[in-house]
């Protein structure tokens, strides 16, 4: 397929107004401001609504499935205090966007859809805007334990509960970023594997997902 994508100044100039309203809602890992400064998030819609590429908004990807609110992909990428080289499983890969800002953060990343239309197209888009991750698809609420593990884990999709299959796929020293609540709002929890059952668990804020649809979830 041949794609032409453009980033003129009306889009670089959006993303740049879009990064201060990130640090303006309190987002303060410069790295993380700089990679939602680079990657261009009009290239995930159609050319229609380019336009809304850069509102801090969820926006509709087909399938029933959403490209994650700016604010939302920033917020889980701070929580993972990402290092040059970690290793990192995403779980719904969605419009691919959030796998671009982790690559910007110098991750290599093993992203996991269960949507064989949303894979299908970011197998082919990503590569082609130069973002080369690990494609799964499949249902990732089991993990990906062949790569295990990972020194990262974020899940992309509301959870009922925190699956154990991913602890255990997490390194000592690990960190796993996951909304779990009901249909309607999920906490975003943070989980430290500090040993081999021991394991520390903190509450954030309130977000609104689409449900992680599996074996270990809905
Ligand atoms: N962060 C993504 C982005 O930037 O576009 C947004 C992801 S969207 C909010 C959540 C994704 O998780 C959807 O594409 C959905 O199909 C996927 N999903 C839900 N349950 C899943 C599962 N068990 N395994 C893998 N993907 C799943």
């Known amino acids: 397929m041949a794609y032409k994508f453009v980033d003129n100044y009306r889009e670089r100039g959006a993303r740049k107004q879009l990064v201060k309203h990130l640090e303006k809602r309190g987002i303060e890992d410069k790295r993380v401001l700089q990679a939602i400064g680079k ?67 110098g991750a290599e990343v093993f992203t996991i859809e269960r949507q064989e239309s949303l894979y299908r197209r970011t197998i082919q888009v990503l590569p082609y805007m130069g973002y080369k991750p690990h494609f799964f698809l499949g249902d990732g609420s089991r993990g990906v334990p062949k790569h295990a593990p990972y020194d990262k884990i974020i899940v992309t999709a509301g959870a009922p509960f925190v699956p154990e299959v991913m602890l255990k796929q997490l390194r000592y020293g690990g960190i796993l970023v996951i909304p779990v609540g009901d249909e309607k709002s999920q906490k975003m929890v943070t989980i430290l594997r500090v040993g081999e059952n021991d394991f520390e668990r903190i509450e954030l804020d309130t977000f609104r997902f689409v449900p992680l649809v599996g074996d270990q979830a809905w």
């Open 39 to 105: 990657v261009p998030r009009h290239f995930f819609f159609d050319e229609t609504f380019w336009n809304q590429a850069y509102r801090d908004i969820a926006f509709p990807i087909g399938d029933g499935q959403t490209i994650s609110q700016p604010y939302t992909v920033a917020y889980q990428s701070e929580l993972l205090h990402v290092k040059k080289g970690d290793k990192i499983l995403e779980i719904g890969t969605g419009s691919g966007y959030q796998t671009c800002i982790l690559i910007e953060l």
